[in-house]
């Protein structure tokens, strides 16, 4: 029986030879990576990859190392196709400078929406025109009727408004700003009512959620409108007292209504996050949060190889989400944020690996978020 002292000098003697040998392969790599930029060929080769693993696993002769053989190989071409990733062209950004003068924006709602609110705080006074749906914001964007739109994409507490992440995919337009808008919920009237007569309520459905306990506790019905304030606008026109809106206190003011029961949202910290779309990717030096969207080969470890490549630069991943992908059922776009700024040399080499690491990539945005 060797002694342990035997034992790791022949394995500092193994581990010599494989760096001598890691860097023999890494030098291929570097050669492989010229040919494939002169011929506009992709790094990933999915079935090249393959035959390496295939072929290698044939060679193994302990039969009880093979899965430990596949993850060293799978390994290997991971930090090879990084190495690749390192050496391609980056293509330089087009980044449009942000406008702030003479703009129009859209929103989804009327005057005293949450999106109007948020609007304000991210813009000031500046020109906008309202929208029926979500949807009719990025149309509007897409033919040129605003300058940017407006949009909620998630809230503390309901999470994710689904519709918007789809459209920003569908649209391919690009998140240049942040509006992040404390939403205090609240149970409107007509004048005179009390809580007491308020038997329905109407509302969009993320004011619906965000107060069901309330609602719940005073056994009243709930009924989904496209948007709070236009609930609100909806509910003063019907003069009803037993019929109330969820919405906030400005649309209160605008519509005429008495505010029966303040702050009922379940969650006292409760925010919404609103993103500012435009038709151009913008880059300011204070911004601070980048997004990005992609897809992934249907194989095990491809979304582990994205985490690794975001944690070895080491950037912080703020959050992902996922969402069904059309035409491909149960495979999923990712939408990730990540802190930096695409001026960081770091954050460039980090999303050019994950391009070659990814089955379709595309970057969102990088911009400053406000009222965090």
């Not at 506009?40 to 039969?63: D, H, P, T, Y």
């Not at 029926?132 to 949009?151: M, P, S, T, W």
């Not at 992609?294 to 996922?322: C, P, Q, W, Y």
Request: hydrophobic share 35%; glycine share 6%; aromatic share 10%.
């Amino acid at each position: 029986m060797k002694d342990l002292k035997t034992c790791r000098q022949e394995i500092d003697e193994i581990d010599a030879e494989l760096i001598r040998l890691f860097e023999k392969r890494m030098a291929v790599s570097r050669d492989v990576v010229k040919y494939k930029v002169e011929h506009g060929m992709k790094i990933f080769q999915k079935e090249r990859e393959k035959e390496v693993i295939n072929k290698n696993l044939a060679r193994v002769k302990n039969k009880g190392l093979l899965n430990y053989i596949k993850n060293f190989i799978t390994n290997n071409m991971n930090i090879s196709r990084a190495y690749q990733a390192s050496l391609m062209p980056n293509s330089p950004l087009k980044i449009a400078q942000p406008r702030r003068e003479g703009i129009k924006v859209g929103y989804q709602g009327v005057p005293g929406s949450f999106s109007y609110q948020a609007t304000k705080k991210y813009f000031g006074e500046v020109n906008n025109q309202n929208y029926e749906r979500f949807e009719d914001v990025f149309e509007a964007l897409k033919k040129n009727e605003i300058d940017y739109g407006v949009v909620p994409l998630e809230n503390s507490s309901t999470g994710a408004i689904n519709d918007n992440y789809d459209f920003i995919t569908q649209y391919e337009f690009f998140i240049v700003g942040e509006q992040q808008l404390y939403i205090s919920q609240n149970l409107l009237g007509v004048k005179g009512a009390k809580i007491e007569d308020v038997k329905d309520v109407y509302s969009h459905p993320q004011g619906l959620l965000q107060t069901s306990k309330f609602l719940d506790e005073h056994h009243i019905g709930k009924h989904r409108y496209r948007n709070t304030a236009v609930a609100a606008k909806f509910v003063a026109e019907l003069n009803d007292p037993t019929v109330g809106a969820i919405a906030s206190s400005e649309a209160a003011e605008l519509y005429g209504l008495d505010i029966l029961a303040p702050g009922i949202e379940n969650d006292k910290s409760n925010h919404t996050r609103f993103i500012v779309i435009g038709r151009e990717l913008e880059a300011p030096i204070d911004a601070e949060r980048i997004s990005m969207a992609f897809t992934l080969r249907h194989e095990v470890g491809s979304l582990f190889e994205v985490m690794r490549i975001i944690k070895d630069h080491f950037i912080n991943m703020a959050r992902i989400e996922s969402r069904p992908l059309p035409g491909n059922p149960w495979e999923y776009c990712f939408y990730v944020d990540i802190d930096g700024n695409l001026g960081d040399y770091n954050v460039l080499a980090a999303l050019q690996e994950l391009k070659v690491s990814t089955d379709q990539f595309r970057l969102l945005g990088n911009y400053e978020r406000k009222g965090v």
